[in-house]
């Protein structure tokens, strides 16, 4: 069963509110489209004022690469978001690349950072207006209508800024309170990156507004480390930032949990086919619902197919038991399912996700109104969590995943001493990086199987079973051992981790809820990593000798 992540947001998922992030006095980082604006005179005193400019004509008729028909053209999109306000505004390019984007009268004289983003929902870049110091000043104050001019799009966004036309008259207005740290190439230190790693990492934050506070040139909602801290905002501030409004709560959660039988791809399988595995292994799930109190109610959600991930039009619903033929998300028209409390649905990507990827949620409500959430991902789980040793305190054995007669399937299950702690040594799966994921806790799911091969969780007595409290044991989802990230510490110097059983978890015999008894024929361990937005898991089956 896949994970429905119940937790005040994508983050998938999706305002990040925590942590010292600057919490917008109107929008709530939500994203505002023209049409939602008051209407205006175009930047008369008392009116709104517009944005426009023109990509380069050669660079907009383009075809951007999609996993689709071939031929097929997507706008860019721009997006400014205020530095007093914290709103994101958007608007797509015109077919020969021209935009207008008109920000509300209220925001007249507010200061903005203008980024580009790509068919795919990738950052290409800010827009520079200058230099100031050794950094690049990314502020643009709408004190009146600014044209950007024709803007010529890099070849490579991390090796040469995006500077405006000479066309324009944007460049008047720069505002050097909001610049970008420069990388050799005179580009924003984050862009190659998404904003994390050592390059975008940050000495300091900005002491007020609310865009870019590490000044790596991302604006957070397309920034992986907002704070420049060195980690990822996912375990940094969890997933409390969703960019939506307050009545309404977004997720967007991955799920890669694998069985034993299924496992080998990722311990011994070439790039091209751990790459194969993940594509149809990994299960993106999005929801959102509304918060408590909220006087409007959801009616519908669905993604756009652009800004949107390249492989969305290849993306399938995921279906129970795997036994039906799968349905393209496309043609659901990118919706959710209404459920009790939510709307959501269970996709299966088709194809390698990578950090960088960015959705955007439209949400429609009961009164007519409606919202885009836009949401950037911040790692992907390219592996398992991957069991290397096991055993008890004294005595570890080496786990092969090839070894017929002990891989940890059902059929080849693994020994455990019932009258030992079990002690399990594992490496954290790695990101797109190839950095193992650290910093996140740990829980180690236990079923037990009865003589049927049937799981009794279910049924389950839990306080008659386990009368005397064990330490981590508890139960979520099911019954579990938690490990926090403090617990498990530092990677040791072959990077892995080890955990420590208590035995009084492995009963031989359970307690069920209508009094009687089973025995237990086996154990299901779920070695998972938990992180706020996703989890990775490695299961595998053990029997008493």
């Known amino acids: 069963m896949y994970r429905r992540a119940c937790i005040v947001l994508l983050s998938f998922s999706v305002a990040f509110l925590l942590g010292g992030c600057p919490a917008p006095s109107t929008g709530n980082d939500q994203i505002q489209n023209p049409d939602d604006n008051d209407g205006g005179d175009g930047g008369t005193p008392g009116g709104p004022v517009v944005l426009s400019g023109k990509l380069n004509p050669g660079q907009a008729a383009k075809t951007r690469p999609r996993m689709q028909a071939e031929g097929e053209q997507y706008p860019f999109t721009i997006v400014a978001q205020s530095d007093q306000t914290g709103t994101v505004y958007r608007v797509e390019t015109d077919a020969d690349g021209t935009f207008q984007l008109e920000l509300p009268e209220e925001e007249a004289g507010n200061s903005f950072v203008v980024s580009i983003l790509g068919p795919d929902g990738r950052a290409v870049g800010p827009v520079m207006m200058g230099s100031a110091d050794g950094l690049g000043v990314t502020g643009l104050k709408m004190d009146r209508d600014a044209d950007l001019g024709t803007v010529d799009l890099p070849a490579d966004p991390a090796a040469s800024p995006i500077l405006p036309g000479s066309d324009g008259d944007a460049i008047e207005l720069a505002d050097p309170a909001l610049t970008a740290r420069l990388n050799d190439a005179g580009a924003p230190v984050g862009l190659a990156s998404v904003g994390k790693g050592a390059d975008s990492q940050a000495a300091q934050t900005r002491a007020g507004g609310a865009v870019d506070r590490d000044q790596d040139g991302l604006i957070d909602l397309l920034d992986a480390d907002d704070d420049g801290n060195g980690v990822i905002d996912d375990l940094d501030k969890g997933d409390e930032w969703t960019g939506a409004p307050d009545d309404i709560h977004v997720n967007f959660f991955m799920n890669l949990k694998i069985q034993a039988s299924d496992a080998q791809t990722y311990y011994t399988g070439s790039a091209e086919e751990i790459a194969q595995a993940l594509s149809q292994e990994t299960v993106i799930t999005f929801e959102v619902m509304s918060e408590p109190g909220a006087t409007r109610a959801i009616t519908a959600a669905h993604l756009l197919e652009t800004p949107g991930p390249a492989y969305l039009p290849i993306a399938t619903l995921l279906n129970s038991g795997g036994t039906a033929e799968p349905v393209l998300w496309k043609d659901a028209g990118y919706a959710f399912t209404q459920q009790a409390d939510r709307f959501d649905a269970f996709v299966v990507p088709q194809a390698v996700m990578n950090a ?37 305190p004294t005595a570890l054995v080496p786990f092969d995943i090839t070894d017929h007669a002990a891989n940890g399937t059902p059929q080849a299950p693994l020994i455990l001493d019932g009258t030992q702690d079990l002690v399990l040594v594992f490496r954290p799966p790695p990101d797109e990086t190839g950095a193992p994921i650290t910093g996140t ?103 008493r000798e």
């Open 441 to 543: 806790p740990y829980t180690f799911g236990v079923f037990f199987n009865g003589s049927d091969g049937g799981q009794l969780n279910s049924d389950i007595d839990v306080a008659a079973t386990w009368p005397t409290p064990i330490a981590g044991w508890a139960q979520h989802q099911g019954t579990s051992f938690e490990v926090s990230a403090e617990q498990l510490g530092p990677l040791s110097d072959d990077g892995t981790y080890t955990v420590t059983m208590p035995k009084e978890i492995f009963v031989d015999q359970v307690v069920l809820r209508n009094g009687s008894t089973a025995q237990v024929a086996s154990y299901k361990i779920d070695i998972t990593a938990e992180v706020p937005t996703g989890n990775a898991a490695l299961m595998v089956t053990f029997v």
């Open 356 to 392: 960088g990827d960015t959705f955007t949620l439209v949400v429609a409500f009961d009164d007519g109104s409606s919202v885009q959430v836009s949401r950037m991902i911040n790692y992907v789980f390219k592996s398992i969590p991957a069991l290397v040793e096991y055993g008890t």
